[in-house]
């Protein structure tokens, strides 16, 4: 029997079948941070039970954290923050788990530092107490979040009851115009299977455009599949990912470096494999997206005016928005630009945003902040002077963390504020109590910031040639 590269990886981790929907799964890998472990340990400790495998966890500081500078815990003024970050070092301690805090050097966004550090690969199966676990499926991995009982369970067994998801194939064929990225791809996707289109899904994508883009772009799509409802994101690794992984720390090395190749460049899809849905896009047809609304697959291009309301959702969503149904998305003020998130915080973002800032200024009425995604990430952008065209442009330039794509730290959106975001989700209040978020790529986050409205970045793109 033909098999897709999903339904490969869960038989290869599959220790036991429950029954005819649930399988007993092994979690090579599983990740935490301060905000959703510390119920999980609770029940770990009045279970008297211990973390059977200690070696295969990783604990993160990111939700909570702020993103000014702070010389230490103390520094930081929500007690409820501090306390958790204190509660998670404690748990770590105890169990003997590796731990990136505040002050390591390592420390960044969850899934940004495991992958530059080497820690995911082709064929694992990796969890988290995290929707956007999705985001290693860009390396050839099952990754998925879990909830605090599924914690606690990995903690104490390395397993999971887990129920398989159905293979839905995604294939973006053609050629991306130039200006538009990954983050428009999957937009598009999202807008166009709707919020839950992928529901009960693992959604592989796959064709030429996918495969042109870089690994970092890569790990974009994955990361925001999980807006449309999909559980599991994965794209087939190839020698990008190969030459992605090589070197890094906790990637295979020597002899083992040459066996995980082999076994690496088998993991793929059979030739006849049977999907239970399709989903074509074409590439070349793609424009810069932008959200209008309040869940994420109310996008559209940039070019297009604000739809007229289909239905109950649309009308709160424009009235949430403050928008009226046919005005220009061009025409759409914005208060805030705010680059950052698991989705487009890495180096490739902050490359590509300094591109459209370099030698401009934001508007005067726009407040900008720019969050790394990782301690790495910010010092590589500071290596090659980024962050001197970020503050020169006007933005703030922070400390690494989730920062306000959550607004569970001190980066809150004020109400009413309308924020141009590259983060993954525009749900009400997402970003602060009241706050208006329009989701988009770096780098029309940075056009937007410019101009101080909704704009197209390939304007700014063109006046570079």
């Not at 390592?106 to 969890?127: C, D, F, L, T």
Request: hydrophobic content about 40%; some cysteine.
């Amino acid at each position: 029997m033909q098999k897709t590269l999903y339904d490969k990886l869960v038989d290869s981790h599959t220790v036991k079948i429950i029954d005819d929907e649930t399988v007993l799964l092994y979690v090579d890998f599983h990740i935490m941070n301060e905000y959703t472990c510390p119920q999980a340990f609770a029940g770990l400790h009045a279970a008297n039970r211990e973390v059977w495998r200690p070696s295969a966890h990783l604990a993160v500081v990111d939700h909570v954290n702020p993103t000014r500078d702070i010389l230490s815990l103390e520094d930081i003024q929500d007690e409820g923050g501090k306390l958790q970050i204190k509660t998670l070092i404690k748990n770590c301690q105890r169990h003997d788990i590796e731990l990136f805090d505040l002050f390591d050097p390592r420390q960044g966004i969850e899934h940004i530092v495991v992958p530059e550090n080497g820690m995911a690969w082709p064929g694992m199966v990796v969890a988290c107490g995290d929707s956007h676990t999705t985001t290693y499926g860009a390396l050839g991995a099952l990754g998925f979040g879990i909830g605090t009982s599924e914690i606690e369970h990995v903690l104490a067994t390395q397993t999971l009851a887990y129920q398989p998801l159905k293979p839905m194939l995604v294939t973006v064929s053609g050629v991306l115009p130039m200006g538009v990225t990954a983050k428009d791809i999957v937009m598009k996707f999202v807008a166009q299977v709707e919020a839950g289109g992928a529901s009960g899904y693992a959604v592989e994508f796959t064709g030429d455009a996918i495969s042109a883009l870089s690994v970092e772009g890569r790990m974009t799509i994955c990361n925001m599949a999980v807006e449309a409802g999909a559980r599991a994101a994965i794209i087939a690794a190839d020698k990008k990912v190969f030459d992605y992984l090589k070197g890094r720390p906790r990637a295979p090395k020597g002899q083992n470096w040459d066996a995980a190749i082999v076994k690496w460049r088998d993991l793929k899809t059979d030739k006849n494999a049977i999907f239970a849905a399709e989903v074509e896009i074409d590439a070349s047809k793609i424009v810069p997206h932008v959200t209008w609304g309040t869940s994420p697959d109310q996008a559209l291009p940039i070019t297009s005016i604000i739809p007229e309301p289909q239905n109950q959702a649309d009308k709160r969503a424009l009235e949430y928005m403050g928008l009226s149904a046919g005005v220009k998305l061009t025409s759409v003020e914005i208060d805030l630009a705010f680059i950052g998130s698991c989705t487009n915080a890495r180096i490739s973002d902050l490359r590509r945003a300094a591109n459209i800032l370099k030698g401009r200024k934001i508007a005067k009425n726009v407040q900008g902040i720019i969050v790394p995604g990782s301690k790495s990430v910010k010092k590589m952008a500071e290596d090659e002077g980024l962050d001197i065209i970020f503050k020169s442009a006007g933005f703030e330039w922070r400390n690494s963390g989730c920062s306000m794509c959550l607004a569970m730290n001190d980066d809150v959106a004020a109400e009413y504020t309308r924020c141009a975001s590259s983060t993954n989700r525009n749900f009400e209040g997402r970003q602060g109590r009241g706050a208006r978020t329009h989701l988009m790529s770096p780098e029309m986050v940075a056009a937007a910031a410019i101009k101080g409205h909704l704009t197209d970045s390939r304007d700014f793109m063109e006046l570079r040639l």
